[in-house]
């Protein structure tokens, strides 16, 4: 099989962005994610400002599953373990 050698160019429209919230959406075609800022404002209220939204076929989605997975086995591995908060209030605030 020949390899096929990829060159990546950033479009005029491209820009980075912070997100620390993601919404997932699930179709029989594709999955939907938006990405956004949570900010606490009180104890009891957050607001989420939702910043990109990028739609995946489900091929890619789980590619970027596995991508990602070795990559945070990698982080941890450097690191150390990642903990993801267990409280119900905070469970709720994952998306």
Same mark, same amino acid.
């Given at each position: 099989?020949?390899?096929?050698?990829?060159? /990546?160019?950033?479009?005029? !429209?491209?820009? =980075?962005?912070? $997100?620390?919230?993601?919404?997932? +959406?699930?179709?029989?075609?594709?999955?939907?994610?938006?990405?956004?800022?949570?900010?606490?404002? /009180?104890?009891?209220?957050? !607001?989420?400002? =939702?910043?990109? $939204?990028?739609?995946?076929?489900? +091929?890619?989605?789980?590619?970027?599953?596995?991508?990602?997975?070795?990559?945070?086995?990698?982080?941890?591995?450097?690191?150390?373990?990642?903990?993801?908060?267990?409280?119900?209030?905070?469970?709720?605030?994952?998306?």
């Amino acid at each position: 099989m020949t390899e096929v050698k990829i060159n /990546t160019q950033r479009s005029p !429209t491209y820009r =980075e962005a912070y $997100a620390n919230s993601v919404r997932v +959406q699930v179709s029989v075609w594709d999955f939907f994610l938006s990405f956004g800022v949570m900010h606490q404002d /009180t104890p009891e209220a957050a !607001t989420i400002i =939702e910043e990109q $939204a990028i739609y995946l076929s489900p +091929q890619q989605a789980k590619a970027l599953w596995q991508l990602l997975g070795q990559n945070l086995a990698q982080y941890e591995q450097t690191f150390g373990p990642l903990n993801l908060e267990t409280k119900d209030e905070e469970r709720q605030a994952i998306h």
